[in-house]
């Protein structure tokens, strides 16, 4: 028919199977309810007392080296928002805005991009973890039958309970690398609106 007629067929796109998570699709469980470690909630406590946005540690950052340009440098703001701003202005363009309240929420904005696109690279490393653990463990299997036969069901006992750690550590990875990218969603977002205040379209202006 679609010969006939002459229309093309729009195919279905296949499904995309990851290589490395393909391997643990099937063993979905749900992590334990833990506390949070004592250095974490300390530094939650920290957060807390803040009274301002901070942005990330460059030596934090250059840890995780991912050639990942597009995570290694903010989004050039150019839009029909941003140029009517800087016409409004009547002032040479800048990669921020020019009103006080629009550096502020932009510098937030800034932030908050800065953080998520680590976050990208810190789960992409763990997830890579993960996965290199296991595929170690499976090259040790083998060498679980040469354990002495009274020490092998201890053996097999630790060499499962390590398979599902790496599992786990894969798994953790990817809900966390979808909220970092919520995030980056927001700080993107947050950026778009201070522009948007300084044009005096929005509301709050």
Known sequence: MAKT?????????????CH??????????APGHLTLIPSFLMMVEDSFQAVSS????RKLESLYDDKAPYLDKHLAPNSVVVASSQVQSHSKQTPVPPSKEGRQIDT????LYSSATLLHKICNYQGAVGA??????VHLHPFLELIPEDKRAEASALYDESMALAAQQMRASKPAFDC?????????????????????LSDGS
């Open 5 to 17: 007629t002459d229309l093309p067929i729009h195919q279905p796109k296949p499904k995309r199977v």
């Open 20 to 29: 490395i998570f393909g391997r643990i699709a099937s063993e979905e469980t």
């Open 54 to 57: 901070t942005s990330v540690s």
């Open 108 to 111: 937030i904005g800034r932030n």
């Open 132 to 137: 290199y653990q296991r595929d170690l463990l």
């Open 180 to 200: 970092s990218s919520k995030v980056l969603n927001t700080s993107i977002t947050l950026r778009r609106h201070a522009w948007l205040w300084t044009t005096g």
